[in-house]
């Protein structure tokens, strides 16, 4: 979903301008969490996108995602750039609000909620660690990275006319794989000074933070929730 074009990381930032992004980068990401939680809460609470089902569904998400994130890179040297973020933040936890009612829906299903939340806390914290341990330029994954998130949206797209649920496990798995390791390349583009602004490093921790929370959501209801 990012505009995730494989790149280089080019000169460097002085370390104190460096320090600066990556500091910013983690209030905004930490404040966008707050639109998405009230997202997710309006449309578990009014059941609003239990209507968007299939291709209506599809549609719907991928017009609006492509849209502000269209609309965040136009805005992010502006002091628009803000707001349309955390506009997206609200639309993602929106969209993400079917995905939770339903596996609310288990017995268990606030375990698995809970649960999905600390394992995506847990690879944020073991890919921040890696990112400042880790000295080799990274800059070449991005091209395989992107191949792989394009041919998982296709296959995600599929799997919405399909409906297989091992499809949508193996949709699952490959998510949580990729955008873990999109998660590690956007983190040592920022502390590498490869990315210069703060909104865009968020807008990409975002998408790697969300894609992995939903995936790792849909296998744990899958695999592990109990019917009433």
Known sequence: MNERVPSYYGAALPAVERNKVLRNTYWLLALSL?????????????????YLNGILGLIVFLGGAFGFIYAIEKTKNSGAGVPVLLGFTFFMGLMLSRLIAMVLGFKNGADLVMTAFAGTAGVFFVMASLATVIKRDLSGMGKWLFIGAIVLMVGSIINVFVGSSVGMMAISVLAIGIFSAFMLYDLKRIIDGGETNYISATLALYLDIINVFQSLLALLGLMGGERE
């Open 34 to 50: 707050l639109p998405t939680v009230a997202g997710a809460w309006i449309g578990v609470a009014t059941g609003i996108t239990m």
